[in-house]
């Protein structure tokens, strides 16, 4: 059985932003430990991106999910970084079968890429790009309960040897990041 692991993927693009690499050493460093960490290889990654939010839970379901830029004000050869992961449609299928299950709606979605929440680790974790990787949206309203009856539908994923991922912060609010960021926070 897989462990699962809540992320921070750092800022924009880092990785290809040399300035910043050096800023997220740490970060980099514990990235590239988890393959070693886990001792083998997934047969999926599904990642559950903070960047992604749907009415209902949406599941990529592309065989070649594109890519989806969702940061702003980088060097332009960041907007044309590629991670070309397969998409795992069947796997993608089971867990939006999983989640209806749960009681919970679920729908399967063709078209969206990789967000920088799942690229950008996902380079640093397998930079071969040669694991099946798909995403998963949370709910918009972000209902705590709801969540965790979605991590309980995914469990069994783990037995089948998915490595599953939070990829975000626990706070992403970059107009009061930092110490204004505070008062937020301590009412979540």
């Known amino acids: 059985m897989l462990p699962t692991y809540?992320?921070?993927?750092g800022g924009g693009p880092w990785p290809w932003v040399p300035a910043w690499r050096s800023q997220f050493k740490n970060?980099?460093?514990s990235l590239a430990r988890i393959p070693q960490d886990?001792?083998?290889r997934p047969s999926a990654v599904l990642v559950v991106s903070g960047h992604?939010?749907?009415p209902e839970f949406a599941v990529m379901s592309a065989r070649r999910p594109g890519m989806l830029y969702d940061y702003h004000g980088f060097p332009a050869e960041t907007y044309r970084i590629l991670y070309p992961?397969?998409?795992a449609p069947?796997?993608?299928?089971?867990?939006?079968e999983l989640i209806r299950q749960a009681g919970l709606p679920a729908r399967l979605d063709d078209?969206?890429?990789f967000d920088h929440g799942a690229f950008v680790p996902l380079f640093v974790m397998y930079p071969e790009a040669e694991t099946p990787v798909f995403q998963l949206s949370l709910q918009s309203g972000y209902d705590p309960l709801r969540h965790i009856e979605l991590g309980r539908a995914l469990a069994p994923l783990r037995a089948q040897g998915v490595l599953i991922i939070g990829s975000g912060l626990s706070y992403h609010n970059l107009e009061l990041f930092g110490p204004g960021a505070r008062e937020p926070?301590?009412?979540c």
């Open 111 to 113: 078209r969206r890429g």
């Open 27 to 29: 970060l980099e460093a």
């Open 85 to 87: 992961a397969p998409g």
């Open 38 to 40: 886990i001792a083998q």
């Open 52 to 54: 992604w939010a749907e």
């Open 90 to 96: 069947a796997i993608a299928a089971q867990t939006a």
């Open 6 to 9: 809540f992320i921070s993927h």
């Open 185 to 187: 926070s301590e009412a």
